[in-house]
């Protein structure tokens, strides 16, 4: 008998897009699914003849293959199967239908999939936890040891939540983990398939409860958890542990532990991105004359140089005493901010001093005020020429 064309029957065209390949495949699929055409060879025989043409248009190597040569090109047996029964298909295709065929199961009451599959248990939270550090611990890098009060494994009944010999087979679910009702429409039959409450899906009930975690198989219990924290972190970023989180219930996977970064507020930096920034109250005498003057770096302390004549808000630069860029090479710089600090109080001779310098010509206000001016002029005439 010769092959029908895969595209005749998918009711496709050569053109036709790897998702809408996989729609019309379901279509076929459930149209004629021998569960809703019960007894009917015909229709078992398009259903294994849609699963072939699947098998090949929804693989762009034996697509192609099959748009040049034909069914020539094609070899069975390896780039299609001869599907003998319904289970085969399943097998090969259930990740079209959810796994194992289940959607098969839940339209037409198949029971190919989910029999004997037990609920993996529920899965524990997640944790989120917040870790302050100093810009000294930030710069560096540094290991932590954290407390953590989280759900672990009840150590008496090894997280069974039963004592020993303490179950036995769930009598609602005969052991599946699962429960389904059925129901029928003009569609065809219907089966709604959820966990057993009874047994939250285990299969099992516990007819004797262990004392200590009341048969939920967890118990609260603080952690030590170590943790690396690399250099160059900085507020917001978190570190995920992964399966610290809480203890999952009835063999669950544990949730993570989030770890996330606070910077503690520092006693003299102030951190922008991968910079520090520290301010430096100067004299008027250290602005005047300049000088040198130790400032604290983060590893340490280093020396600035104040040239002479050096006017408020200069800004100096320490290179390479910043914040290490993280997972990268290279770090920020540390910026100095001058400011010099005027006196509030003054003695009569001070008072004295100042007024002698005001007399000279560098420190009277007429003279400031020319040279503002002349910069204002020297300004206008430079931005007339730019």
């Known amino acids: ?149 989280r759900l672990v494994t009840c150590s008496t009944c090894s997280g069974t939540g039963a004592k020993s010999g303490g179950k036995r087979t769930c009598s609602t679910c005969n052991g599946h983990g699962e429960v389904r009702q059925v129901s029928r429409s003009v569609f065809g039959q219907f089966i709604n398939v959820s966990v057993c409450q009874a047994c939250s899906g285990t299969g099992e009930e516990i007819t004797d409860r262990c004392t200590d975690c009341r048969g939920e198989g967890r118990i609260f219990g603080e952690d030590k958890i170590k943790i690396d924290i690399p250099a160059g972190v900085e507020e917001g970023n978190y570190i995920p542990l992964r399966g610290k989180g809480h203890v999952g219930k009835n063999g669950g996977a544990s949730g993570d532990l989030m770890v996330i970064i606070e910077e503690k507020k520092h006693a003299h930096f102030v951190r922008d991105h991968n910079n520090i920034i520290y301010n430096l109250n100067i004299t008027f005498p250290q602005a005047a004359l300049g000088d040198s003057v130790e400032v604290p770096t983060l590893a340490g302390t280093d020396n600035v140089k104040i040239e002479p004549g050096t006017q408020n808000g200069t800004k100096l630069r320490i290179r390479d005493k910043g914040i290490p860029y993280l997972n990268s090479s290279g770090r920020g710089d540390q910026y100095v901010i001058l400011h010099i600090s005027i006196p509030t109080r003054l003695t009569s001779k001070e008072k004295e001093l100042i007024e002698s310098l005001a007399e000279l010509d560098n420190f009277s206000p007429s003279q400031l005020n020319n040279k503002e001016k002349d910069k204002n002029i020297f300004e206008k005439i430079k931005d007339a020429f730019v």
């Open 1 to 149: 008998m010769e092959k029908r064309d895969y595209y005749e029957i998918l009711g496709l065209d050569k053109n036709a897009t790897p998702d809408l390949v996989k729609v019309n495949y379901r279509k076929m699929a459930i149209k004629y699914h021998p569960d809703k055409n019960p007894g009917d060879p015909d229709a078992e025989n398009m259903f294994k003849e849609a699963a072939e043409a699947y098998e090949v248009l929804s693989d762009p190597n034996k697509k192609a293959r099959y748009d040049r040569y034909g069914h020539q090109g094609l070899r069975g047996g390896q780039d299609y199967h001869t599907y003998q029964n319904m289970e085969d298909i399943f097998s090969s295709f259930g990740d079209i239908f959810g796994g194992g065929g289940s959607i098969f199961d839940s339209f037409f009451g198949g029971s190919n999939a989910g029999r004997g599959k037990r609920y993996s248990g529920e899965p524990g939270a997640d944790i989120k936890i917040k870790l302050p550090l100093t810009l000294e611990e930030i710069s560096e890098g540094v290991a932590k040891t954290l407390k953590v009060r």
